[in-house]
């Protein structure tokens, strides 16, 4: 009967899963959010910095 209790707690608990899954999911997501918006900033300030390098040269 025990055994039975504890076979039964064991192989049907499935209902944490989906939200380690889901918790995985998002911070793969974070991941690549953050990848993207460091390449990105750096991307905009070397345009602002050769923008604004421009405006000085001009007379």
Request: hydrophobic residues 50%.
């Amino acid at each position: 009967m025990i055994a039975r209790f504890l076979r039964r707690l064991v192989t049907n608990d499935t209902s944490g899963a989906t939200a380690i899954e889901l918790g995985f999911l998002a911070a793969l997501i974070s991941v690549a959010i953050i990848g993207s918006l460091h390449t990105f900033s750096n991307q905009l300030n070397n345009t602002f910095f050769v923008s604004a390098k421009n405006i000085d040269l001009q007379p």
